[in-house]
C-alpha cells in the first residue's frame, strides 16, 4: 500500500508562544502516518483565515501536493465557528485530503467512521446560522420599535446585516471588508457600530 503524504500546520497565537512542542508531537505522528512532506507554520489568531501559511497550505491542498493534513488540536486549524470549520473540512475532503488531529482521535477522516464528522459538522454549522440570522432579525425588530432609521439612501446601502453575521462569527474588520467588497473605512464604521449597540441590536443596519 502506497504511503500517504502527510503536511504538518502548526499555529501559536503570539511570538511570545512557540510551535516547537507541536511540532515535537506531530513529526513522529507523520511517520507513522507516511512520509512528510510539507509543513506549516503560522502565528496568528485562529480568528480568521487570513494566516498566511495557512492560506498557502489550502492552496497546496488545491494542487493535491499531500494526501493528509495532521494538526495539534483542531483550534490550532481555526477558531472561526462551526460553519467555516465545515467549509474548511469539506474543502480538503474535496481536494482528496484527509484529516487528522493528534490530541483528538475521533477527528479522524481517514476512516469511514471519521468521515461521518462532516455531516455532524453540517448540522451543528446548520444550527449556527439559524441562531445568527434570529439574533439579526431580532436586533432589526428592536430597532424599529426604538424608532430607529434603517439604512442608507437607496444605492448606497451597506451589506450590515451580513457584516453582523461575520461578526459574530468572529471575521477580523479587514476580512469583514474583502468578504463583502467593501472599504476597511466602512468595515470599521461598521463594526464600531456593532461594539457600541447592545447585543440585540448588534445586527442592526447602521447609517455608515
Known sequence: MEKM?????????????DAVNQFNQLQPFAAGLGELVRTYNDTATGKNGDRKEFKRMLADAGRRRFDCLIFWALDRLTREGPLKTLLYLEQLSA?????????????????PMGELLIPIFA???RQERLRISERTRAGLETARRRGKRLGRP????LPVADGARLHAQGY???AIATEL?????AAHKMVAGFSSATPT?????LNV
Open 123 to 125: 448540522w451543528i454549522a
Open 172 to 174: 477580523s474588520t479587514r
Open 181 to 185: 467588497g467593501i472599504s476597511k473605512s
Open 154 to 157: 437607496a444605492g448606497s446601502r
Open 201 to 205: 441590536e448588534s445586527a442592526v443596519v
Open 5 to 17: 503524504r502527510v503536511a504538518i500546520y502548526v499555529r501559536v497565537s503570539s511570538e511570545e508562544q
Open 95 to 111: 481536494c482528496g485530503v484527509k484529516v487528522r488531529s493528534f490530541s483528538e482521535p475521533w477527528l479522524d477522516t481517514t476512516t
